[in-house]
């Protein structure tokens, strides 16, 4: 497909993707770059691994809250979608298989790569979702089809985050849960809308598992 977001530049850090072992694709939130996302990959104390970042056409993936109805955020959602995929396939391209790859996003991104890994599911190296859950006004299980294969699912957020909601987060957990993910949900008492040290380290390890 052609939207919004597909000719955008897809930034790259850490090690070069023809020789790499395994890659992380970063996905930033709204009102974010690329660049600014994968200064986190230096929390990551990891050797062999490319840090793949796709960018929103003016630092915005969608332009509602994730909550909206889904045709109030097209095309950008569906496009967003689509440029996660893209750096997939490129991982793909440089001989990268997909259950080493980690797709992980915060915000608004967070978001994004929930809902592309819930509508594409196979056995990824893992989804991180910082502050993320599935897009919707509601979400519906029946929508989600198919099997992640134990795939690590991490959902990391605050209980009073104001723009993801608690139940939002559990319902999502849910949904992996039953297309076979081994999720891991943590929510952080009083902590707002950012991301902290437990989290990092907890994607840290996700990371350093990806050659396994």
């Not at 796709?54 to 332009?63: D, T």
């Not at 992980?104 to 991180?128: H, I, K």
């Not at 081994?182 to 809308?193: N, S």
Request: proline share 6%.
């Amino acid at each position: 497909m052609t939207g919004p977001h597909q000719g955008q530049p897809l930034v790259t850090a850490g090690e070069s993707l023809d020789r790499a072992e395994a890659v992380v694709i970063m996905v930033h939130g709204r009102g974010a770059r690329a660049r600014g996302i994968l200064g986190m990959a230096g929390e990551f104390d990891a050797e062999g691994v490319a840090y793949l970042a796709p960018q929103a056409q003016r630092n915005e993936w969608y332009p509602q809250s994730f909550l909206s109805p889904v045709e109030a955020n097209e095309p950008g959602r569906t496009s967003g979608l689509q440029a996660i995929g893209d750096a997939l396939a490129e991982a793909e391209r440089a001989g990268i298989p997909p259950e080493r790859v980690l797709i992980m996003g915060f915000s608004q991104g967070g978001c994004l790569a929930t809902e592309y890994v819930a509508r594409n599911p196979r056995r990824y190296g893992g989804l991180a979702a910082l502050s993320g859950g599935l897009i919707g006004e509601e979400v519906e299980p029946e929508d989600y089809e198919g099997d992640l294969a134990k795939m690590p699912a991490f959902f990391g957020c605050s209980d009073i985050d104001p723009h993801i909601p608690e139940e939002r987060v559990h319902e999502s957990a849910e949904v992996f849960e039953r297309l076979g993910a081994d999720v891991e949900t943590r929510l952080y008492e009083g902590m707002g809308h950012t991301v902290n040290q437990d989290e990092l380290d907890y994607v840290s390890s996700m990371v350093a598992g990806l050659g396994d």
